[in-house]
Nanobody, 125 residues
Framework: QLQLVESGGGLVQSGGSLRLSCAAS????????IGWFRQAPGKEREGVSC????????NYADSVKGRFTISRDNAKNTVYLQMNNLKPEDTAIYYC??????????????????WGQGTQVTVSS
């Protein structure tokens, strides 16, 4: 059974940084594309970033380009999301999930499965 566990969230001031982790169990993570998503209160879940399996190619939402970096450590079976220059509008619950198909990753939540439980990120102004 594919399971993902997010960690690393917290409270940070505007301009600060956090690194989120998405640890996999029950499967070898480097065979799958992984996406990071977020959901703020009253808003729909949106794609933040993703990393493809074989090529390792990455994709970012326009709102986080230049500030967030996704990476994977296959030895630790973990995908990371480094978030710099955080803004209050980045406040949300952040989730990671497994891409349903092989190939280049996309940022549509409908293309993902096996969601983690989420980790809260709060950015104060």
């Amino acid at each position: 059974q594919l399971q993902l566990v997010e960690s690393g969230g917290g409270l940070v001031q505007s301009g600060g940084s956090l690194r989120l982790s998405c640890a996999a169990s029950g499967f070898t993570l480097d065979y799958y594309g992984i996406g990071w998503f977020r959901q703020a209160p009253g808003k729909e879940r949106e794609g933040v970033s993703c990393i493809s399996a074989s090529s390792g190619s990455t994709n970012y939402a326009d709102s986080v380009k230049g500030r967030f970096t996704i990476s994977r450590d296959n030895a630790k079976n973990t995908v990371y999301l480094q978030m710099n220059n955080l803004k209050p509008e980045d406040t949300a619950i952040y989730y990671c999930a497994v891409l349903r198909v092989f190939g280049l990753c996309v940022l549509s939540p409908k293309s993902y499965r096996s969601w983690g439980q989420g980790t809260q990120v709060t950015v104060s102004s």
